[in-house]
């Protein structure tokens, strides 16, 4: 398996510290508002590394943390009136709620920031006695970004005197306007917490190294975690201030892979709320199932910037109907554990950094492949079989195909439109029971009029919505 370092700037072969055991950890969201297509892209690539990881044979262990305490949910919660605690957790609520509908798994552990105050002040605590960080008289505490020898080793950027670390404002006791904050000072409002420095909360940067810390790190670890990944955002400065902190206090590296995926545009702007162009998921949810957006947001390289096009989505619903006919045609039928030359070629495309192209290339000519030969010979039941385990490779490995191939294409009717629909359907099949044919063919007409096809199979009569 090989994977894109964004340190080194080369495709490496990944080689876990510590075999078969691997540690991912993933930057997750600030608790604020609702999840845009920009966190759809980063959980679904992440997912996708955690499926790949687990079907090479290794125990992974992945963690993805909720930073529930930030100057942007101290503003948010201001504005609304809301308490903290109940904000975040709504969003957090509702983040899960997004992430679910795209077969987003959840991680091993999901750490919040609030419930990590004791290690960052640990590690807060080692970095003022090492010399690497200082407390200021007003109760703040930064690191001194002069004293890291290797600081931006990660960006590889140039430190310039204009660059801040700030989320707000920078600060005039800072010594260098490059130095970040590892803990805040109580300024007006939002919820506190004790230190030695005084009431205040940690710096956003130290939360993901003191995590890492406390819940991957083990004894003898080269590094804090094999691999640590988020948007290609975070790269600079938030990645490059937890290598920093972490070298600086614990003495080793924090990561041996760092993984980035690109942003998200639409229309090419990249998505910002400032922009005001930010494409929230629960309104993209409304008109879209969730398996079909993973499918479109999967299928350009997770390195790639992605722009954002409802016609490039149509076009990729249409090849993901594509997986679901064929999953119709062997509909009731089961299979055992096969495995196939397809199975072991997919891995392989995934193996190199996420190749999606090749895979789903492969995808498309196992379905032609497929469908001629069952046009060819239906009752093949060889080709049957294992064209059934490889779709369960697919939706194993790549999280789509999940769905009743029937239920699938049912997206867009109401509950009710349903319930309406299947109380016909038993109408119908109470009068075929009762051989009154003429009634039972004019229900069917009266499904067609709405745009329903019927399907009678050896399991049942199902409907889907017509093309």
């Known amino acids: 398996m090989r994977l894109f370092d964004s340190k080194t700037k080369t495709k490496r072969e990944f080689t ?83 992430m679910d509908a795209l077969g987003v798994m959840r991680p091993d552990i999901e750490p919040r920031a609030t419930e990590s105050i004791e290690s960052m002040l640990q590690m807060i605590d080692a970095l003022i006695a090492s010399g690497h960080a200082y407390a200021t008289p007003q109760g703040d505490v930064y690191f001194d970004t002069k004293s890291d020898s290797a600081y931006l080793s990660l960006s590889g950027r140039k430190q310039e005197e204009s660059d801040t670390q700030s989320r707000v404002e920078s600060s005039a006791h800072k010594k260098q306007s490059a130095d970040f904050a590892l803990w805040k000072a109580l300024r007006e409002g939002g919820d506190t917490f004790d230190s030695p420095y005084g009431a205040g909360r940690p710096g956003w940067h130290l939360e993901c190294s003191a995590m890492i810390q406390k819940h991957l790190t083990c004894k003898g670890d080269t590094f804090g975690v094999d691999i640590h990944g988020g948007g290609a955002d975070l790269l600079f400065p938030h990645h490059e201030n937890e290598a920093a902190q972490t070298r600086c206090a614990l003495g080793h590296e924090l990561a041996n892979f760092w993984v980035h995926n690109g942003f998200v545009t639409i229309d090419g702007e990249k998505m910002s709320k400032s922009l005001g162009n930010s494409f929230f998921l629960k309104d993209a949810l409304k008109h879209y199932q969730g398996e079909v957006l993973r499918f479109y947001l999967l299928g350009v390289h997770y390195r790639a910037n992605f722009n954002f096009s409802e016609e490039d989505l149509l076009a990729s619903k249409r090849r993901l109907d594509k997986l679901y006919r064929l999953k119709k045609r062997l509909f009731g ?51 049957r079989e ?63 009029a709405l745009g329903i096809s019927l399907m009678d199979t050896p399991q049942g009569t199902f409907w889907e919505r017509k093309e």
């Open 16 to 98: 876990p510290q510590n075999p078969p055991r691997v540690t991912l950890y993933v930057c997750g969201p600030t608790v604020y508002d609702d999840a845009h297509l920009g966190h759809a892209k980063s959980a679904l690539v992440f997912d996708l590394l955690a499926r790949v990881l687990r079907a090479n044979g290794y125990a992974l262990t992945y963690a993805k943390n909720i930073t529930d305490i930030d100057d942007k949910i101290i503003n948010k919660a201001t504005q609304t009136g809301e308490p903290i605690a109940d904000l975040t957790a709504r969003y957090t609520e509702d983040y899960h709620r997004d």
């Open 333 to 383: 039928l089961t299979c055992g554990d096969i495995k196939t030359p397809f199975q072991a070629q997919l891995l392989e495309a995934l193996d190199d950094d996420l190749n999606v192209s090749v895979a789903y290339a492969l995808i498309d000519a196992m379905i032609t492949y497929a469908n001629e030969g069952l046009d060819l010979n239906p009752k093949d039941k060889v080709l």
């Open 386 to 448: 294992a064209t059934l385990a490889n779709l369960t490779f697919v939706e194993s490995l790549l999280g789509f195909g999940t769905q009743h191939p029937f239920a699938y294409f049912q997206f867009g009717i109401d509950e009710a439109t349903k319930a309406h629909i299947d109380t016909l359907i038993e109408e119908r099949n109470e009068a075929k029971r009762a051989k009154a044919f003429e009634r039972s063919d004019a229900i069917r007409a009266e499904i067609s």
